[in-house]
Every structure is written in C-alpha cells, then in structure tokens.
C-alpha cells in the first residue's frame, strides 16, 4: 500500500469555522454525490476546545449546509456545493483513511490517507493546489480508520484531556503538571485528576486488540 500525509488551508467548512472560533476538529468525509446541478458529501465529526458550541452554531448557520445533526460536541453534516472543491468529494472506493482528518484552530487540515497505487493518491493531491505533501511512502497497512472518532467523553473529561494534551502533559519530558493544569482549569487537583484520569481510560478501552 501507499501512504500519505498532506497538509492543506483552502475554503473549507470547517476550517473556515474553527478558525472563527478558535477550536480544533476532527472528521472524515464519505458518500459524495451529484444530484442535479450539485455536489453533496457527508461529514462524521467531534469538535473540541472551549468555543466548541460556537462551532456548532457556525455550523448551523453557514449555507453550505444542506443538514445537519448535532450531539454534544459530535456533528453530522451534509454539505452543499456548486462545484467539486472540497476533499471530501474526491475520496473514492480507492482511498483508504488511515486516521481522521485533523483541522487546528487556523483552519490547516492534516490529511492521512492509504491507497493501492501511488498515482491514485496523486490524483487527489492535485486537485487542491495548496496541499504540501509532508510524506508519502510505500508500506504495509497496519490500521485504517473507522467512523468512530472518539470515546463518549463528559464535557469535564474532554476539556482536562484537551488542556493536558495542550499544555505538553504527554510530552517527554512533560511541560507541566497536575497543579498547574488544575490551576488554569479553576478546578481543584483532585476534581481535575478525577475527569483527566476518567477520559484517559475511556480513551485507552477504545484500543481493543
């Protein structure tokens, strides 16, 4: 299999809103389609960061939304367009994601994506003329992903897990720690460690092997 990672800032639904708020997301995009004088493709997705709600109502109120479901900070939407511009209307039979696509709070989207051949994932870079490839080899597959994109967080666990990952808790050496991460969320350190520790665990019984 070929494997590829590219990185892109164009138009784009959710980039345009995460930037607007302030809030990074993740989805994948799947069952494009063209029906009369339009182009539609369905977005499964979880957003995460303080202004997530901002990014739902965003969401609600941009026209290039045909429908939309809403569920906490989890999203499904089907978006509308007049031509073929968007990403997600080039994933084929033949493309595989290998993990979800990731859109920080500037609005790049980081895409991870597998195919058989090389050219095939070729083709779907060129389209977008300001994808930079940041790697693409050839390997085995040893994980693709599916529509689950995250465990059934609590609010409080989603945002303790969101602010260690920020800080630099999970880095080697770590940038910080248990006091000063409950400081900055006005929790006490045993309530914080509580919600980081629950959503770790629901975090680590998604690996099922």
Known sequence: MWKTTIKLKHKC????????????????????????NFY?????????GENSKKFINLLKKDRRVDYIETEGNTFFV????????????????????TKPVYVDNTGHETWSLAA??????????????????????????????SLRLSPDLTQHQRDAFELAKNQGYYMFPKKTDL?????????????????????????LSEINY
């Open 40 to 48: 539609y493709v369905y977005h499964f997705g979880t957003v995460f």
């Open 13 to 36: 639904l959710f980039g345009d809103n995460c930037e607007k708020s302030r809030v990074s997301c993740v989805n994948i995009s799947f069952n494009s389609f063209k029906k009369g």
């Open 78 to 97: 089907a978006e509308k367009r007049k031509s073929k511009e968007v990403p997600g209307m080039y994933i084929g039979h033949d493309i595989i994601y």
């Open 116 to 145: 058989i051949k090389k050219e095939t994932l070729m083709e779907f870079i060129r389209n977008f003329k300001d994808a930079r490839i940041l790697s693409i080899q050839q390997s085995k597959l040893t994980d693709i992903y």
């Open 179 to 203: 006091n000063k991460l409950a400081r900055l969320s006005t929790l006490s350190k045993s309530a914080f460690r509580e919600h980081l520790k629950r959503a770790e665990m629901k975090i």
